[in-house]
């Protein structure tokens, strides 16, 4: 399981007061900032069977989703998979889970976890990677939503690493209306 690293503030403030990003590992951090949660009642969590994505839906309609740095649905490279802690993990068998819980505090956060290639000699090192943490009113404990990429040959692992994630708000627009289809009901009767 990842392991938190040191983040440019350290130890988590409280909700109440200001939060610093973790300094990123790319030059233009990417997405929202997470404090936009904060205070947001999640209705469902939904992870994508086809993406390494974790998609929040907000009772105010709103949507934001955890996304994995670099990752381009097109040409994927080594498989990205987004892993979080056993509690989010095991909500999440079916691949969704509908709740009513109040976000108390989101932030990026710092990890470092051991990557490591076993291809021609055996090659391990420390790997920072930033995660998404959170916790919700209602249970109290921090939640850590972070990727890893993988390669395996015959079955075996031989390539463990790790990639940043962060936050974006996902904007749904109405559907446009076929042409075909009536504007109203059509009655058979």
């Known amino acids: 399981m990842a392991s938190q690293g040191t983040a440019l503030c350290t130890p988590l403030p409280s909700p109440s ?8 590992l790319r030059l233009q951090s990417l997405g929202v900032d997470p404090s936009l949660l904060v205070g947001k009642v999640l209705r469902k969590l939904s ?6 994505t974790l998609t929040l839906d907000f009772s105010d309609n709103t949507t934001f989703q955890i996304l994995v740095d670099g990752y381009d649905p097109v040409h994927r490279g080594l498989p990205k998979e987004l892993e979080m802690d056993s ?23 710092t990890l470092t976890d051991k990557a490591f290639e076993s291809r021609e000699k055996e090659q391990r090192w420390d790997q920072n990677h930033t995660g998404v943490a959170f916790r919700f009113v209602e249970d109290q404990m921090w939640h850590c939503v972070w990727a890893t990429l993988t390669d395996h040959d015959r079955g075996i692992c031989v390539f463990r690493s790790y990639d940043d994630v962060y936050i974006d708000q996902l904007h749904r627009f109405p559907r446009k209306r076929r042409a075909n289809v009536p504007d109203s009901p059509i009655d058979l009767r």
Not at 17 to 24: I, K, T
Not at 47 to 52: D, F, I, L, N
């Open 17 to 24: 007061r200001s939060r610093c990003r973790p300094v990123p």
């Open 87 to 109: 509690s989010l993990e095991q909500l999440l068998t079916t691949g969704q889970a509908h709740v009513q819980w109040t976000i108390k505090d989101c932030a990026l956060i």
């Open 47 to 52: 992870r994508s069977s086809k993406h390494p």
